[in-house]
């Protein structure tokens, strides 16, 4: 089972393979910012510190989201992200 580490926090938590960022989040109480959980405000966005290609790949409307709120490379949507392996996730600005 993957396990996925929330950065701020440190824990450390296990999650089936392909489950969503953001119910993990709902389920699990875990209080990362979210807003129309549908990829289109940006509230949610983040970064996958490690384990990048453990997560399901950015589309095209994805990334015009993640490019009009923030500047940092290779941020994604929480909202979009799928969980297929072993990740560290944290917010970004
Ligand atoms: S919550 Fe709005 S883009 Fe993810």
């Known amino acids: ?3 996925l580490t929330y950065v701020p ?3 450390t938590h296990d999650v ?3 489950a969503s960022f ?3 989040c709902q389920e699990q109480g875990v209080d990362h910012p979210f807003g129309c959980t549908v990829g289109s405000c940006g509230t949610c966005r983040c970064e996958v510190v ?3 290609d453990n997560v399901n790949p950015i589309t095209d409307e994805e990334r ?3 490019e009009m709120c923030t500047d940092v490379a290779g941020a994604r949507l929480g909202c979009q992200l799928k969980i297929q392996g072993d990740v560290s996730i944290r917010p970004v600005d």
Do not use: D, I, Q, Y
């Open 9 to 11: 926090t440190g824990a």
């Open 1 to 3: 089972m993957p396990k």
């Open 16 to 18: 089936p393979a392909g």
């Open 22 to 24: 953001l119910e993990f």
């Open 64 to 66: 015009e989201t993640v």
């Open 50 to 52: 490690e384990g990048a």
